[in-house]
């Protein structure tokens, strides 16, 4: 049997670590709860597995990924009915990595001193969102934080889980682009040039498209470097353009009006704003303040300013599903579902549903791009590539014909 490593809190509270030979993984985690201990992290010995540890950090703080694997070993600690405070210091001694033990700590010596946990989560600067921070704050009011940590757990691994549909279904089609334009700029470059030498000698007149391509590619050998600095100045110009408010607005718009495209990116804001809408109002979070916090995770300009025009028309008075339909930047169904929710009490509910059926759409969506995307930019390496070898092929036969 394969030999398993893994790390678990005693009935005593203690740090445990060991390993096990087991069946599988499932079945040693179901032999250490039966003992009473309560697993944190299991894997096979020298492989990766289920691993609730803290691996990296950015250079300021915790990760998004590490602040998940916090919340949800906080969540089990917690609702295995350890204190916060123990359950703080068996995390401390879990990290192996110093900046994570340094954030960990300040958290658990806060909570020691007597602050609460929203505050301690508050006063690391920016490792935790305003999100998450009013989350925390609302289930220690509510008395139910083990809870609300589990919440969380489930709307960062949600968020994440969409996040990486998207960067996964994006890098097949960016390495093809990437081989493409290499294999261009190859031809372009070494290949095409060894050419030139032969048609000068032969003398005549080369066709039109050859000496476009002997062009571009001589432009390519010599300029290479005002190329690359030309793209690196679009690139600055670009992201400073977004820096500015009202030109992001304009850009924003346009990108929401492109075909296939916008469509994809207002669906992905749908199901942030309304998973975490719904997360928040699920937790007891009052719907004017849920709304405050929501819109701050849209990424669209446009978007983020209809659902802080919402919030201001929801202060005076009207749903919520209405005053969204006015900004005409919602779909219907999602406004239909909204009203549902609003007529039936279960808003929260409803609006996590919104997000499930919108998560769905996103991954349709890109499926469906890819399917059009990926042939067709194989169908224009293939022309390009096609163009300058039969730009080749028809200089070579233009000198025969005058040698003949």
Do not use: C
């Not at 960016?174 to 031809?187: D, E, H, K, N, Q």
């Not at 009202?246 to 990116?265: F, H, M, N, S, Y």
């Not at 930047?329 to 996590?352: C, N, Y």
Request: charged content about 20%.
């Amino acid at each position: 049997m394969p030999l398993f490593e893994y790390k678990a809190v005693s009935p005593s509270g203690e740090t445990v670590r060991g390993t096990m030979e087991a069946a599988s993984k499932e079945w040693m985690i179901a032999k250490l709860q039966e003992s009473g201990n309560i697993p944190l992290s299991a894997n096979e010995a020298g492989k990766g597995g289920f691993n609730l540890d803290f691996l990296s950090l950015k250079r300021r703080g915790m990760s998004s990924r590490e602040v998940g694997q916090f919340t949800q070993q906080l969540a089990t600690l917690l609702g295995a009915g350890l204190p916060l405070d123990r359950s703080l210091q068996v995390l401390l001694e879990l990290s192996e990595n110093g900046r994570i033990k340094q954030t960990v700590s300040a958290i658990r010596d806060q909570v020691r001193e007597g602050g609460s946990l929203s505050d301690a989560l508050e006063a690391q600067h920016g490792s935790f969102s305003r999100l998450f921070i009013n989350m925390v704050r609302a289930g220690e009011i509510g008395g139910s934080l083990d809870t609300t940590l589990d919440r969380l757990a489930d709307y960062l691994e949600r968020s994440k889980d969409l996040k990486d549909s998207v960067v996964s279904a994006m890098v097949y089609p960016i390495m093809l682009m990437i081989l493409a334009g290499g294999s261009l700029v190859l031809l372009l470059v070494y290949v095409i040039p060894q050419f030139t030498p032969i048609f000068e000698e032969l003398g005549g007149d080369l066709p039109l498209i050859t000496k476009m391509v002997l062009a571009v590619g001589g432009v390519l050998q010599n300029f290479w470097w005002g190329l690359i600095g030309l793209t690196f100045l679009g690139v600055y110009l670009f992201r400073r353009m977004l820096a500015n408010p009202e030109k992001r607005l304009v850009w924003d718009t346009r990108v929401l009006g492109t075909r296939w495209v916008g469509d994809l990116v207002s669906k992905m804001e749908i199901a942030r704003l309304t998973r975490t809408l719904g997360t928040l109002l699920t937790n007891g979070v009052p719907l004017l303040s849920g709304l405050s916090i929501a819109r701050n995770v849209m990424t669209n300009s446009l978007l983020r300013q209809s659902v802080e025009e919402t919030t201001q028309k929801v202060k005076t008075g009207g749903g919520l599903a209405h005053n969204l339909a006015e900004t005409g930047q919602f779909p219907r169904l999602a406004l239909q579902m909204v009203s549902v929710g609003e007529e039936t009490g279960q808003l929260d509910v409803m609006l996590m549903k919104v997000a499930d059926t919108y998560d769905k759409e996103v991954r349709y969506t890109i499926d469906r791009l890819l399917a059009i995307f990926t042939p067709a930019i194989t169908l224009l390496m293939a022309v390009m590539i096609g163009t300058i070898v039969m730009s080749v092929l028809m200089a070579i036969m233009g000198i025969n014909e005058l040698v003949g």
